[in-house]
């Protein structure tokens, strides 16, 4: 039974682990955001920035923010997979296999929670080169990465659902621009709330990014979490990956 | 003992019959052949014999198992080749036969696919990447793919498109091959004549969605073989003989005779040498049977098929 979701998962990581040009998007496209987004503020007096953003360093407030955000950006490349798949005629092979929709729809799934936990060491890494200090304890390091394999599920199975029934290539890169921005501007990735008009302030409250920000915000900057963001993140997650399950299996055909 | 027995298996998009009520049956050991042009439904006969498409209409058992009702049961014990030579180009031989034996739920899978790969001579490249394959490695692997859980059935859709005079009898041989030694059924279809011939114990002819003779390949240049001899009128010029057995499309003659080299003088001066701009013959051969059945070479039945695919898209959207 895992079996065959384990032969499909392993065939999606081998191909990121392989891919010299996925390396340079996980790598580059979050410590670009870090490095330059979040320097823009580095001339800010201290106490303005602390009563802003309640740290005295922008990039310690955006890196919480910064690896939920780029796990959401990563998300379309399970859709890409997807579309790929349908294309060279793989889908074709796995599908006269015994193997049931919703183990594709899985693997894609797992493939884009991968690539979105490649990124956080990297990141962690470089805000620590930064400057940024941090309560890096086993704890806090599990809940970053169990919170954002949550973040990545959820989202990738939004990103696979939206492509289910399509072979454009171009379909994700579409998806993509009309999901991602909406998303992270609604999300308290790179500012507070305390500053939103009130209909902004509605769509964060129901953003997973949001939820994540502030779960690891709090983790890792005061060492003060709250649980029920991860739970939520767990339901978020939960909620898509059925969701899009139930769809595979009724919606995606081999061409 | 049936390998494949199908009972009036139709598929339709929209309004257009793909596959039209065909039934036939494929007993145990057999290499049966579906020849016909491109667009007669060759590819979604075998769709729905796989189970990736489910059959408008009829049922099939494969390998003792129904299409409709049990499709798991099906793609359990089948193997598949496609036209295009579907691989993870980016993984290696290996990994890809890996794959597929724990999608088909293999145990044992590495025995399998050593002994395998030994057969097919190819086990020293196992490590490679399988995109940097030969065009004939390639389709080996793909073989040793389709034989991993040890098929009843193996399905092959022209499996000889696109490859040189050599690699084609090469496949040829290796089909024949793993007929034997796998004790595997072999069902592929083809728009070779020459492939139809040499390899099938057994034919079904099709066009247009429906099969319009079956035999062996012997019994079908028998019953409907015989010599072709084609006349190409000049422009303007217009039969004024009636001949038997003869099919006349625009300038162009076809007339069915038992001997084309002692007919020939004689339907020459019927004709009138003056009209005549060119003679072909063809002799006893699966063309011919196919000519004789449809009235049409397959080249000629060939340009439905662009229609054909623009109906299925029309029907699909």
Redesign the interface.
Known sequence: MMDRLYALYMREAKRIFRSVYMWIVLISQPVMWLIFFGSSFSGVPKQVLISFFHTDNYIAFILPGELATSTLFVGMFSSMSLIQDKRFGYLKRVLITPTPKYDVFLAKVLGGMTRGLIQAPILLAVSVVLGVRMNLTPLSIGVLFLSLAFVGIGFSSLYSIFTLTTADWQAPGVISNLINLPLMFSSTALFPKAFFPSWLKLISDVNPLTYAAELNRGMLLYNDPSWNYLLYLAVFALVMLSLGSVLTNKFLYAE | MYSIETRDLTKKYGDFVAVDHISFTVKRGEIFGLLGPNGAGKTTTIKML????PPTEGDALVAGFSIVSNP?EV??R?G?I?S?V?L?D??TGW?NL???A????VKNWKERATELLKYFGILEFKDRKAGKFSTGMRKKLEIAMALLNSPEVIFMDEPTIGLDVNTRATMWNLIRQINKDYEVTVLLTTHYMEEADSLCNRLGIINKGRIIAMDTPEELKNKYGGDVIEIELKPGAKLNVNLENTQVTDSRVRIRVNNAESALMDLIRAVGGDNIKGIRVNKSSLDVVFINLTGGTMEEQEFDARRFYAMIRRARR
């Open positions: 796989t189970g990736l498409t798991i793609k359990s089948i598949w496609s295009e579907i993870d980016d993984l990994e890996e794959i597929q724990r999608l088909t739920g």
